[in-house]
């Protein structure tokens, strides 16, 4: 059973609005939390992760906020661009760090 | 939902030998699978791609001898590093598909350990 949902397939957003992307897990033993962006074509780009002792972490454009009693992430970003347009991943492991678990991806088009 | 699974999680081998690595598709059948490395903190490298029954198609960079993949079914694919070096040491994660442009289901990764 999936450990990590991204229950949103696809998501359009206009150009300059913010993009929220949203990421449930399953399993309390997950403490460390990561995003990542592919293009088609190439594997997924790291783009920015929380551990569980955050609640919000952010760079740049691009914040994650961790809700643990909600077993959920967000991805927020502000101002979306034509180029953030991509799928994105979310991920979780555990202290040990030996397994990731992977959603299965939202498709987010950002609409000049 | 589509669940996919590698054996073994976590795996120590010696300098020189040679260690396969399985990926399953346990409830679709995968038309193609991926295989990724990944570094700590870093981007996950797509190392090939895998469609049941053909020659997988690595990406630059790649040694093709040295990581040999075998997609034998739809429901498994190998990985074998041969002749393991410690630089090999890292995690590697496959994804499986059960069509083109269809979702990505990740299987949950294995840690080599080249020692």
């Known amino acids: 059973d999936q450990q990590v949902k991204q229950n949103s397939p696809s998501l359009s957003v206009q150009e300059g609005r913010i993009s929220i992307l949203n990421c449930d897990y399953t399993n309390s033993m997950f403490d460390y939390f990561l995003w990542y962006k592919k293009y088609p074509a190439e594997g997924p780009t790291f783009l920015i992760s929380i551990s569980s002792i955050k609640d919000k972490n952010e760079d740049g454009r691009f914040t994650v906020f961790l809700n643990k009693s909600a077993k959920h992430l967000s991805l927020h970003i502000v101002p979306s661009q034509p180029g953030d347009s991509a799928v994105y991943f979310c991920a979780a492991s555990d202290y040990t760090g030996n397994q990731f678990y992977f959603g299965t991806g939202t498709s987010l088009t950002v609409i000049p | 939902g589509a669940v996919v699974s590698q054996h073994p999680s976590w795996v120590i081998c010696k300098s020189g030998t040679s260690v396969k690595i399985e990926c399953r598709s346990l409830d679709f059948q995968a038309t193609t699978m991926f295989w990724y490395r990944q570094f700590p903190k870093q981007s996950l490298m797509l190392m090939a791609t895998?469609?049941?029954?053909?020659?997988?198609?690595?990406e630059q960079g790649v040694e093709k001898d040295k990581f040999l993949i075998n997609h034998a079914s739809l429901t498994l694919s190998t990985l074998t590093v041969t002749s393991a070096h410690p630089e090999d040491s890292s995690f590697y994660i496959c994804s499986a598909t059960r069509q083109v442009r269809d979702e990505q289901y990740f299987g949950p990764g294995t840690r080599l350990t080249v020692t």
């Open positions: 895998s469609n049941e029954g053909s020659k997988a198609t690595y």
